[in-house]
Every structure is written in structure tokens, then in C-alpha cells.
């Protein structure tokens, strides 16, 4: 047996949807026409832009969320691939400027590289270390989604570090006070009057 598809449901657009002409349904009726316009607008947007836009308020968020946490992740993922790549450029004894002059020959433009080779500051290793900068920017397809995924748990290990630190303050009563001793007639300390009217007594 065929299954019957009803096709008034398969033509309803969706609840966000429908929502949207509620809204431009009421605006126009009561003549706000800005309010029309940005239901229209938001009706006409891809659902691909929706997506992207998502997925920057996330990025954004979880900066604001993890912000310190973020930051260290990420410098120890980019450190982490950065240094293998410097590191295997220097031990191979890789010429940047020769590298930079075999691929401008290769692709046929004319350029002059004189100012590469008399310039003292843009050596072989400061060369080096630009070519490994852009090798580890192609790694940021695999090197983001890695940051993002391990950064709450990196928040949470902080939160345990700072909460025992808290403990071990509150615990040894915090930094030592020196409180002056009470002191009584002829500025000398209250105990010490009040024993040599005893012994007078």
C-alpha cells in the first residue's frame, strides 16, 4: 500500500516561520512599516547565514564565558604545532629567501629580490619563521573545533585550582594581623595595671 502524503502539511512553512507572518500580519495591519520590513528580512535570510551567524554568537560567547581559559588553550595548540614546524624548517636547512625566489620563477612573475637579500634584519630564520606561520594557519580547520570542544573542561580545572586556593586561605585564617594590646592608665597595657593593683591590694 502507498503511503498518502498530505501535501497541505508539506506546504505549511514551519512554527519560526509562521511566526515571522503573524508578526508581519500585525505590523501591517497597524501600519508600522519599519517592523514589516525587518519580517520580511528575516523571513528572505538562508538558512546557511542563520547557521553562520549562530556559530559566530557561539564563538563568541564561549570567548566571554572562558575567556582566560580560551586564551591558554589556543596559544598552547598554536604553540604546540608551531614549534615542530620551526623547528623542522631550521634542521633542514631551509633557505626562505631561496624558497620565495624558486616559487615567484615558478609562477612566472617578475619580481626584484635584491632588497630580500641585502636587507640584514629579514634573515634565513626571520624568513623561516613567517613560512612556519602561514604552514600552522593551514592547520586551523582541525586545530579550532579542538580549542572549542576542550575549553569548558579547561575552565572547570581552573575553577578547581582557584576554589582549593580559597580553601587553604580560608583555613589558615588569611594574613596574620598584629592588633595592639589594650592599654590603660598612663599608657602602659591594661593586664599589666591591672596586676599591680592587685599586688598593691
Given at each position: 500500500?502507498?503511503?498518502?502524503?498530505?501535501?497541505?502539511?508539506?506546504?505549511?512553512?514551519?512554527?519560526?516561520?509562521?511566526?515571522?507572518?503573524?508578526?508581519?500580519?500585525?505590523?501591517?495591519?497597524?501600519?508600522?512599516?519599519?517592523?514589516?520590513?525587518?519580517?520580511?528580512?528575516?523571513?528572505?535570510t538562508s538558512k546557511n547565514e542563520e547557521k553562520s551567524e549562530s556559530g559566530w554568537n557561539r564563538l563568541r560567547t564561549l570567548f566571554r564565558e572562558h575567556g582566560p581559559a580560551f586564551a591558554m588553550v589556543y596559544s598552547g595548540a598554536y604553540l604546540s604545532t608551531y614549534i615542530p614546524i620551526f623547528t623542522g624548517l631550521e634542521l633542514s636547512a631551509v633557505d626562505g629567501i631561496a624558497l620565495i625566489g624558486q616559487a615567484i620563477d615558478y609562477i612566472g612573475i617578475e619580481a626584484?629580490?635584491?632588497?630580500?637579500?641585502t636587507n640584514s634584519y629579514l634573515n634565513r630564520h626571520v624568513v623561516n619563521a613567517f613560512i612556519a606561520m602561514e604552514l600552522n594557519g593551514m592547520i586551523e580547520f582541525v586545530r579550532l573545533p579542538i580549542v572549542i570542544y576542550t575549553t569548558p573542561t579547561a575552565t572547570k580545572w581552573i575553577n578547581s585550582k582557584r576554589a582549593l586556593l580559597f580553601q587553604k586561605e580560608s583555613s589558615y585564617g588569611g594574613p596574620e594581623k598584629n592588633f595592639a594590646e589594650p592599654k590603660?592608665?598612663?599608657?602602659?597595657?591594661?593586664?599589666?595595671?591591672?596586676?599591680?593593683?592587685?599586688s598593691s591590694q
Amino acid at each position: 500500500k502507498k503511503k498518502k502524503i498530505n501535501r497541505k502539511s508539506s506546504m505549511l512553512p514551519s512554527l519560526s516561520r509562521r511566526r515571522i507572518l503573524l508578526q508581519c500580519f500585525q505590523f501591517r495591519k497597524t501600519g508600522y512599516r519599519q517592523g514589516a520590513f525587518k519580517c520580511s528580512q528575516r523571513w528572505f535570510t538562508s538558512k546557511n547565514e542563520e547557521k553562520s551567524e549562530s556559530g559566530w554568537n557561539r564563538l563568541r560567547t564561549l570567548f566571554r564565558e572562558h575567556g582566560p581559559a580560551f586564551a591558554m588553550v589556543y596559544s598552547g595548540a598554536y604553540l604546540s604545532t608551531y614549534i615542530p614546524i620551526f623547528t623542522g624548517l631550521e634542521l633542514s636547512a631551509v633557505d626562505g629567501i631561496a624558497l620565495i625566489g624558486q616559487a615567484i620563477d615558478y609562477i612566472g612573475i617578475e619580481a626584484d629580490l635584491t632588497w630580500l637579500q641585502t636587507n640584514s634584519y629579514l634573515n634565513r630564520h626571520v624568513v623561516n619563521a613567517f613560512i612556519a606561520m602561514e604552514l600552522n594557519g593551514m592547520i586551523e580547520f582541525v586545530r579550532l573545533p579542538i580549542v572549542i570542544y576542550t575549553t569548558p573542561t579547561a575552565t572547570k580545572w581552573i575553577n578547581s585550582k582557584r576554589a582549593l586556593l580559597f580553601q587553604k586561605e580560608s583555613s589558615y585564617g588569611g594574613p596574620e594581623k598584629n592588633f595592639a594590646e589594650p592599654k590603660g592608665e598612663d599608657n602602659f597595657p591594661k593586664a599589666a595595671t591591672e596586676a599591680n593593683r592587685n599586688s598593691s591590694q
